[in-house]
């Protein structure tokens, strides 16, 4: 069966492209969802002090190193695009593995850094600072994973010049992860 | 209104009747102005042979003002109402009366429990009498209570004061009160603490001076 | 049959269109891309579970009223039981009752037909959002039967009550509520960004914004506040499922969490959640109201301006639901204003209904009557907020049986007086039948009175200090004098003749479903889209040529034409 794609689907009324209109919405729903858990986590951390001494046991090389990796995966991402806009595909899909690698290093370095705390103690249910770090970080890192599958996807149409459109679309929202980590690095590791 | 159904057994009690009727009123005027409006209308404009409907864009300004009218004297309504509600508020909630006689009162699933200060007139000493969902307080004499909980969420209420105040376990909130009325009346808790929290009443006995003196007397010797 | 607009000629010949294929029967039933189809999954499937939720009224009703006898077709209740069912209820009405019947079902089925397009920008995606909706719907009804009992916490679902099950005494069963919880969220927001995408961006040509339906903005308007108030949940029910399952202390004192911060995550999407539901009602009521008195909508603009109002103001309302948790009663001031505001842009749109009918030619038929009922009934339940947003007011009537009399006189206008609404006007579009207006009548005045002596009592016992989720009020004297007992009596008994009347509706929908008499294309006399296609709509809607826009959709009446309405569709 060919993939069926409505008439409404090639329509743009906004002027939108209507895959980037969605993104732009998934977005919107995904900054409200990290809202909440960063509000939740300020209110905590303003409450309770004693979460700066906390956070002191966090591993903050292993957070800046996972920062300039993921900075360094949304440039790829970037050059994917850029690619896709001269209509280069295959360039696109390398550009985009290069992007996935980077988030194979961001969940390696990860697993390392929580295999380390656990074993020195600090589980999800040492203190409430324990239970944000994992829990902010884990949905974060479940974000990556995501963006990484669907980048998976993508390649497999831009590698053949199709919908190159999707390259943009899963950059844009690579930078939002991106971004998310950025707020959540400081809050979590470096606010003493 | 209410006190037709519940006595008024609290100084502030009154007041929140009032704010109740008060607002009652205005929004009944509200309610029934519209209601007369509109039912007036299903029988004005009901379908007729050979009466064609009009056409109405909603922009002129001779049909306009009857949104436009009753929409500014909703705003002045508010405003009544708001302040009515903030003056009752504040004299319940955020205004706190001090020296005062403090009674503890515990929360946990499903039975309270309440600490009256004893003779010397004094928490969180020896002759504090602790009992079981049983309240004695003295009438026309302010109180502060001070209210925890050990397990989950609680809510003090005593109707007959038009009191309510939930327990939050980590925390200890203080409330006032001061009673009018004697006699015995009811406590609920009125949030949800699990399967027992149908059955968490207790009895509030609001006593003279000298019924509480001997309800202490009692009670202080067979406790402690 | 009368074929105002073009594209009518060339339903039947679909052969030519470019997507059309044969569908085998697993496409077109159980896996349907086809929005129409994914809509009346939706509607059956929210129908389905109102009998769930109508149940357990019936059962804690009958429970309040003759407290500890045998329930016919439940049995003796126990408390446990008691809280499970008032909690489920609740969940099952609002999550699974009023959402999917009149977002995802309405929404659905009409918004590629309003805005003039043959099917949802996503089908596929649209598909994946039913299935992961029917997926929670299986979790919450299993979350009943596993060992333990449903969770019986309320559907507010309070920590520490909740987080722990050494106090809620349901392992199993308030994981499995949660979860089907959160799965219903992931679902609504697929959809949403289907809907509000939809409604964006494959509009007809020609349609310009203020020549969308009313309806449809509803439900886009209902979709973003959705969206933007549900996250901070979706993080919270997170939380709380690791207190759960992991133990950990996000919401327990004993650990350093705080319960409190679960009831501003809570109630921060819960108050926007009761405008999600309401707007699309009201934006049914607008469609009928139009239709039916043949009047153009008094003021489109300002209905709209009404609804986003709303919907802004009700993210700085949330706390009027903690007046007396604990929060610091400083902040209650600030609440109790934004609350009372509210009533501004509310009022303005029922005003704005009632105006239109002004002038109008009104037609009382089944679904003029429901749009009616349903303005009359949400105004008793509107003006009753106002002494719960009241701070002074709230100390007393909070968790009362005055806020289940005011919530039900919401709730039950959108999600039951609401859907009726929607579904006796669009049944002949849906269906391609018309529904019986003798039946329809009579199950409207059976069920507009039964619903009214059912919960204007409920008033009185909030008064009279009746709290909630109370399984059994003989254990206080003050409550169970006999004038209140008849009064719980009294609102049981019209609950039962309120559910005999349902069933007059269900044979009606069934009956006319496959046996009712052929609808025309345009029984209404209707100017917007839907109407211009063939009653149903065949796959891909409009046949070959889709529609263009030349107009507004309340074209009704205008003077020195002979027809008295003007479908949007029609050249000038
Ligand atoms: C769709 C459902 C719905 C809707 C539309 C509303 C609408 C409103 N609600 Fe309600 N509410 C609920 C569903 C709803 N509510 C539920 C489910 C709960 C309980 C949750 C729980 O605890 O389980 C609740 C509880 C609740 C509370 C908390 C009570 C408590 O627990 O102590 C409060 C307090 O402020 C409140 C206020 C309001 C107000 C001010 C409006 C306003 O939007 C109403 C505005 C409308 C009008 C005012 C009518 C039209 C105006 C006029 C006719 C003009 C005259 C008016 C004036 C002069 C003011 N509601
Ligand atoms: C949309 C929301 C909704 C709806 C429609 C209803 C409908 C009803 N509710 Fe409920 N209710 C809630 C939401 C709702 N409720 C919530 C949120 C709570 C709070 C829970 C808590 O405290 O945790 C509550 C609590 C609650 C209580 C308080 C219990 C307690 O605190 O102890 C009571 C008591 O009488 C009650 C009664 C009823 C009754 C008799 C109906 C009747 O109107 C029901 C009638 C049923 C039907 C009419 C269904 C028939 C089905 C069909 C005919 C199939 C066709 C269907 C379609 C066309 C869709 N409800
Ligand atoms: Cu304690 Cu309810
Ligand atoms: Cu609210």
Partial sequence: ?192 | MIESLVPSGSTFAGDIDGLFVLICVIVGVFFFATLGMFLWMLVRFRARDGVPAQYITGNEPHLKTWITTPHAIIILCDVLLIVGALRVWYNVKQHMPEDVEVIGVVGQQWAWTFVHAGPDGKIDTSDDIAVIDEMHVQVDKEYVFRLESVDVLHSFSVPTWRLKQDAVPGRVILGWFEATLTGEFGIQCAEMCGIGHGIMGARLFVETAEEHAAWMAQAGGTSS | MNAPAHGHDHVHDDGGHHHHHEMTFVEKYIFPTDHKYIGKQYLLTGMLMAVFGGFFAYAFRMQLAWPGSDIPLFGHMSPAEYNAAVTNHGTIMIFWVAMPVLIAAFGNFLIPLMVGADDMVFPRLNRLSYQIFLVSAIVIVASLFVPGGGFGGAWTAYPPLSGDSAYNLTPLGSSLWLVAVALEFVAFLVGGINFIVTAMNARAPGMKWTDVPMVVWMICIASILFMASVGPLMAGAVMLLFDQTLHTGFFDPRQGGDPILWQHLFWFFGHPEVYVVLLPATGMVAEVVAVHSRKKLFGYKTILFTAVGTGVLSFFVWAHHQFIAGIDPRMANIFTITTVLISIPIAEMMFLYIATLYGGSIRFTTPMLWALGFIFAFLIGGVTGIPLGASGADIYLHDSYFVIAHFHFTFFPIAFIGTFTGLTHWFPKMFGRMMNETLGKIHFWGTIIAVHCLFLPMFVLGLAGHHRRIYDYTNFPELSTPFLTNIGIFATVSLLVLLAFQFVFVFNFFYSMFKGPVAEANPWKAGSLEWQCPSPPPHGNFGEHLPTVYRGPYEYSVPGRDKDYWPQSEPA
Avoid at chain 1, 107 to 125: F, P, R, V
């Fill in chain 1, 1 to 192: 069966m060919a993939e069926f794609i409505p008439v409404a689907n090639t329509r743009s009324a906004s002027g939108v492209p209507t895959g980037k209109l969605a993104l732009y919405w998934l977005l919107c729903s995904e900054i409200v969802i990290f809202g909440g858990v960063l509000a939740s986590y300020l209110m905590h951390r303003l409450a309770h002090p004693e979460f700066g001494l906390q956070a002191a046991h966090t591993n903050v090389y292993a957070g800046t190193i996972n920062t300039f990796v993921l900075l360094t995966s949304s440039l790829m991402a970037v050059l994917a695009h850029s690619a896709a806009e001269h209509g280069d595909g295959k360039k696109a899909a390398k550009y985009l593995w290069f992007t996935i690698a980077g988030a194979l290093m961001f969940l390696c370095i990860k697993a390392a850094e929580w295999t380390s705390e656990i074993q020195h103690g600090y589980t999800i249910t040492s203190s409430p600072f324990w239970s944000f770090y994992y829990t902010a970080a884990g949905i974060h890192a479940s974000h990556v994973i995501a963006g990484a599958l669907v980048m998976l996807w993508v390649i497999q149409s831009a590698k053949k010049n199709k919908y190159l459109y999707r390259v943009e679309n899963v950059g844009l929202y690579w930078h939002f992860v991106d971004i998310v980590w950025i707020f959540l690095f400081p809050l979590l590791y470096i606010a003493k």
